[in-house]
């Protein structure tokens, strides 16, 4: 599959062939990893949060790819892992020889903002089903909320909005705790 | 003010592009000024962000989980390491054709080890392991030597040419040094490290494996030059040596040749320690503004110190003979320059200054420390043990069986154990300082959430007693802050214990001490376990006393000794099984308590790797792991202190609105007697008028009779009138006077009562010792049946003489009660009692 085709479906939402792709990746990236101090968990990890990166950057329309698909993919894994050994103070150097060179600046990660997003995560678990699924439809699925109300049998659009701003406030809430606890 | 829903709308209509072009202006312009709406507008997109990166992870777990690429294309990645690694190691190193190889290139016994573990076989240093080590590789210059922190904590100091060849000669090169920290129960249990030396039981201080290669051939310690390791530990056990791993004939690691441990003594920069009293430097904080300074700074709290003259630091008129403490000139002395190179500059001594700051006799102590610098520390220490007092001897035993040496022991480590120290002792402040805001912003979140309670809270309208009656102005937040933060432990590494080590030889090795309380009888528990494979090795774990040993199978079952004397530890007693087929693994895990379980049943089930170290992660131990997380412990520590905290605003928020609506009160009971006085003269006046009139009307009457019932009834309007004044208060409250018609009488009078507080008074012994005396108010309430009821004190002196007034005052007889319009009423006093030294 072309890297033009990759993104167009991950832009039409169907992130799934994409993954299958870019997933073949991975053993490189792991042994990358592990001859840089990590284990292969620390690998997986790492990937899974590159290859997020990455379908987040590709969704943005304004992204422009300059490289292969697969060489991008290489670059934010070597960023990622960098982040990783900076944080436990390692003495390990990350040194991917034909690697993309790619800094926090260039992805936008800000590490504020990188670590509320984890909390929001785990917020997520921690809502009502029914929350869940209204945040899923309306930002995954890119559902409207008029079809939201429907599916999900709102008397109106309006009352389906409103609860989602008490859903959103709600998971807001929670993740607050989690910094306070964290901070 | 928005409410955060409506901030979350907004912001969701925003980011939606939901607005229309002025309304984004204005919202814009808002972002800028607002601050909780840039936070809101954070949250909803980290949220939105959220969303996404949960449906795309969990679809990527899934395409992780959906193929085997991890393990089968594993195997041939290894495969192109390991060739990769012998062609970096012939050609030259500028010729890698292979990525990754440039930085770290795997020797060629590293490569064997990677490719037996691809295949489910593990070992490391000869020894068969379960699972695969956790291997932290560190890359350095053996001409320099290096400082290395384990995850775990382990730290190991490697100094210049610390490397020799097979022959003994000093090799120079590249040095891949690999650790492997066993300092939890899972890897003691993963790595199959029972705690056995020649038969006897060890108890574990925590276990690791060193090897290093230079330029990828293996190399052994110099015996010159030799590593020191420390091992962190939650609190050090007498007894512990450290002992070298060997594989015997049965494929078995044992423990041999036990060497004492040695802990050299770090040099700290003089101004980095902290010499004077605890508590000194927020004492002056809190009395901030003083004269022309406005903060605290370390010069402005070091003089003020320093200024302090030794033999008036208790004044009072009989007190300049007695000396606590430390002189501050001495102190100011040993902080000069002239001392930086003894053991008066390392965080050990500032703890034993800590100490001696409270000892009667702690200069002469701080003297012979002085006197005896080239000595060991620890020959001064127990020379201090002798000579301090009782209260303090414990302490320093405690530093005596530390058995410190001299500062000059440790040359070759020093510079980087000084250095590693340094960075963790700026660390701790750091940390300290952040947690200290953390606090105040708490406090501040806590004070306006409790200040919102109060308001909504409306005093219920009778039977709560009397109010209480606020006790000293309410504390500011700052000053209760500093306390707080003073309450932490010091920011010094010498409080978080290791045992440490000069150490000789490559390979695993183990803190140990022998196991003696199996000595003292034992008892026994059976164990029978279910569904077991031909090759299961069980063993047996005893928490907080961490041994960890083998069991034997008899007639099919396993028979587990555990130590008659009760301990602590044998509520932590788990039992492991497990067995190992090519990648399959055979697990059970149980928890018992061998006092009150004599026989235990498990049974083995098929388990991958990830299981069992989950099974294991959920064992709860109380050992190593602390110097990167020295904050777990006190974390729990400064969350109780801070929920004591939340507690006590709360509760003086309570005392003062209390005070508040007293002092209300008050004004409307002065306003009321005022009332009631003019209705009592008014009264008055008409008394006399009739009286003059019938006088004169009836001249034949002798005595006047008054009209009560008009007077009467213009009382109770008045009254009436009164309580319109207070609506939301709790009149029924105040169900008390202190000020009636007619006062409730001590039997004997006045006289008679300050005659028997005095009689019935005994000076507390302590007090009187301590030379402490002064007046402590008492309040209590003549009850209208005349009993003495809640008694109280208003200002007292300390908690001896305190309790003492309360005492005497609650001998008090019963009174005849105070009358209010001829109704006997409850009335507050307060009395003096007054403790005097002659």
Known sequence: ?183 | MRTPLENIERAEQYLNNEMTAPERQVFETELTTDATLRETLAQVKALRSAVIRKELRSKIESQAGGNNWGKGLGLGLFLLLLFGGIAWYFLSPTETAVVAEEEAPLSVTDSIEQAQWAEGKFELGGHKLWAKPDIQRFGFASSKGATIEGKDGILVIVPSNAFVDSSGKVVSGKVEFKLVEALGIEQMVLYRLQTMSNGSILESGGMFYIEAQVDGTPVKINPARPLYIEVPTVEKKPGMMAFTGKVDAEGKLNWENPRPLKKYLVKMPLGDLEFLPPGFANEVEGNMPFLTYKKATEAVTDSLYYALEFASIRGGERLDQVQCGIDPTSVETIKKPTYANTFIATEEFEQRIQVLHKAGNGEELLQHYVHNLGKDLSISDSVVARAVQADLKAQFQAFAKEKLTNIKDADIYQKRLSDFYQNKRKELKHYHQAMADKLAAMNATELRKAQAELNNVRMPKSNTGPLTRVVGPVQAISPMITSLVASMPSPSAATSPVYATPWYDMGWANIDAYFKLLEQGTIEVTIAIANKPDNTSVTQWLGDINTYTDLRNQDGKYVAFFPAKASTANEQTHTFAIAQTGEDYSWSMTRFNPRTQKDVEMAMATASISDIQSDLKGVDMDFGRLRKNHWWKESQARQAVANQLIAKRVEEERVKKQAEIQAKYEAALLNKKEKYDAVVRKQQEIQNMIGALRAIAFPCLESVVTDDVAIEVEVQVVDAEIRDILPDEPVGALDFYTIVEDMPQFPGGDAALMKFITNNTRYPQTAMDNNISGVVYVSYIVGADGRIGNVRVVRGVNAELNAEAVRVVKLLPRCTPGRQRGQAVPVQFTIPVKFRLD
């Open chain 1, 1 to 183: 599959m072309k890297d033009e085709e990759i993104i167009r479906q991950v832009r039409s939402g169907k992130p799934d062939a994409a993954i299958k792709v870019l997933y073949r990746e991975f053993p490189k990236v792991c042994g990358l990893i592990i001859a840089s101090g990590g284990d292969e968990a620390e690998a997986r990890a790492t990937f899974h949060d590159a290859l997020i990166l990455v379908m987040e950057k590709v969704q943005d329309p304004t992204f422009v790819l300059t490289c292969k698909l697969t060489t991008y993919l290489f670059g934010v894994n070597r960023l990622l892992w960098k982040n990783k050994l900076r944080k436990l103070n390692s003495i390990h150097e990350v040194e991917w020889s034909d690697t993309l060179i790619l800094t926090n600046d260039d992805l936008g990660i800000d590490e504020n903002q990188e670590s509320l997003i984890a909390a929001m995560e785990l917020v997520l678990m921690r809502i009502s089903d029914r929350c869940r699924e209204m945040l899923q439809r309306f930002y995954f699925k890119s559902e409207s909320m008029a079809a939201i109300a429907t599916a999900m049998g709102f008397t109106s659009v309006n009352s389906a909005k409103t609860q989602k701003y008490k859903c959103m406030e709600h998971a807001i809430r929670l993740a607050s705790d989690i910094n306070l606890q964290n901070a």
